[in-house]
């Protein structure tokens, strides 16, 4: 899949979000998307699910399934998580039984019950994911997915999504907790200045180089040590 | 695109939002029962009922069809566009549809009794259930096109939906009333007796599906740019 100097903004004369943005997204990869808060993350994310049509530039060779999580599922809705998943098997047409099995693996079996308004911003998360897995896309597009999860989902989310790569989904995700810095084979998008850039990591980009790292010490007021850390891994840096 | 309308209308049943349009008939029917066709022209006063229900229909089914787009979240919007494609305007006003044919229905059917019992024609009668099913179509449009996809603005989208019923009846009275629903046609023929009644509901039919066709073709294409 690759972008082409696409250009998007949210009305005819407002400012443009992103601008000259041209990226390949080689299928079977898991690409990291960073940068600071309002740089236009999500709405890249938007752009490569195909939910906002870019006004310059084109998007092709697109999957023809994409599975997508938002950063906030939307629980204002008269369902259980199971009538609600029920639906979206349907209109996905795959078996529903595969609500159970995917609710397993995200342990959140005993939440299926539930209706969506009473779920707490974690399990409704969750429910946001399994709509997301249950087409088995060709595209995965998850905006910050480890937000709000409990340490055992977190932990196990990344191998999960280690699976679906190698099976040839390609993977996106927007990530300021940086929970997949630890995952050998991540490609990285840096968003920032209104265009993105194939920041760190391999086969992201035009030309898929290796990139040197080079470790450099900042010194910081002690106030101001998370800051600057939090900071340093929105913009695509490892931090510690 | 079938199995986006049966969430959507899973959800606006569950919602209760049903309610509002129903308890609005509830209030319409009233009006018509207790002011039931009598006399030595109660067939031809049954036939005029048939026209003012399918003109009370049309801004009760609007409000409806927005009621019922306007029940998925944004998001959830977004997320369904995904799984269906480019059949997600299309199952919307699907969705909306039924349910304004089950409110055209229920508040029809009282009054096409009252109409058997004073002796109109079955044509009369016929025409009647074709002009609520016809009805129905423009009105779902209009509340689609007032729906949040398409106005953000609660308070101007009601403004736009209740200033374009009004707007569609009062063209009808002018030159310009081929550009609208024939809404003052029916009426008028209506309250004529039976044989006019019948005669205009071809060109009533044209002009209302040719205007929903318009309209229709314009909100399908809308969702598939975005």
């Known amino acids: 899949m690759r972008l082409d100097e696409v250009g998007f903004r949210y009305r005819r004369r407002g400012p443009w979000v ?93 939440l299926l019950d539930v209706r969506l308004p009473e779920l707490s911003k974690g399990s409704a998360h969750k429910v946001g994911l399994i709509q997301a897995l249950l087409p088995e896309p060709g595209l995965l597009v998850l905006d910050e997915p480890f937000a709000g999860l409990d340490a055992a989902t977190r932990g196990a989310l990344p191998e999960l999504l280690t699976g679906l790569a190698r099976t040839g989904t390609t993977v996106l995700v927007s990530d300021h907790q940086r929970d997949l810095r630890d995952l050998p084979e991540v490609d990285r998008l840096l968003v920032t200045g209104h265009t993105v850039t194939a920041h760190t990591g391999t086969g992201t980009g035009t030309g898929h180089t290796e990139v040197e790292y080079t470790v450099i010490e900042v010194v910081v007021p002690t106030p101001e040590a998370a800051r600057t850390r939090a900071r340093l891994l929105a913009e695509g840096y490892d931090a510690r | ?32 029962l207790f002011d039931g066709p009598g006399g030595p022209h109660a067939a031809d006063l049954a036939v005029g009922s048939y026209g003012d229900v399918a003109a009370f229909l049309f801004p009760v089914a609007a409000w409806a069809a927005r009621g019922l787009l306007d029940t998925e979240p944004d998001v959830q919007r977004d997320l369904s566009a995904l799984a269906v494609g480019g059949r997600a305007a299309p199952a919307g006003l699907l969705a909306a549809y039924l349910v304004n044919i089950i409110l055209g229905t229920a508040l029809l059917l009282p009054v096409v009794i009252q109409g058997v019992m004073v002796g109109v024609p079955a044509g009369a009668t016929l025409a009647g259930i074709a002009l609520m099913l016809l009805v129905a179509v ?51 023929a209506a309250h004529h007796g039976a044989a006019a009644f019948t005669s205009v509901l071809p060109g009533v039919a044209a002009q209302t599906l040719l205007w929903s066709a318009v309209t229709g073709a314009a909100y399908t294409a809308r969702g598939i740019r975005r």
Request: hydrophobic letters at 50%.
């Open chain 1, 18 to 110: 992103l601008r000259d943005v041209t990226v390949d997204l080689p299928e079977g990869r898991i690409i990291e998307v960073t940068g600071p808060n309002g740089a236009g993350k999500s709405t890249l994310l938007r752009l490569i699910a195909g939910l906002r049509r870019p006004q310059r530039g084109t998007v092709s060779a697109r999957p023809p399934t994409v599975g997508y999580a938002p950063e906030r599922f939307p629980t204002d809705q008269p369902f259980t998580a199971r009538a609600y998943l029920a639906h979206v098997a349907a209109m996905r047409r795959i078996p529903a039984d595969r609500i159970e099995d995917w609710a397993e693996r995200l342990d959140c079996t005993p």
């Open chain 2, 138 to 188: 423009p009105a779902t449009l209009l509340g689609a096109w007032t729906s949040r996809a398409v106005i953000a603005s609660q308070a101007v989208s009601i403004l736009v939906l209740l200033g374009g019923s009004a707007l569609i009846l009062v063209l009808g009275l002018g030159p310009l009333s081929w550009l609208t629903i024939p809404m003052i046609t029916w009426l008028h």
């Open chain 2, 1 to 32: 695109m079938i199995a986006l309308a049966r969430f959507q209308l899973d959800g606006y049943l569950r919602s209760l939002r049903v309610l509002h349009p129903l308890i609005a008939v509830g209030l319409i029917l009233v009006i018509f």
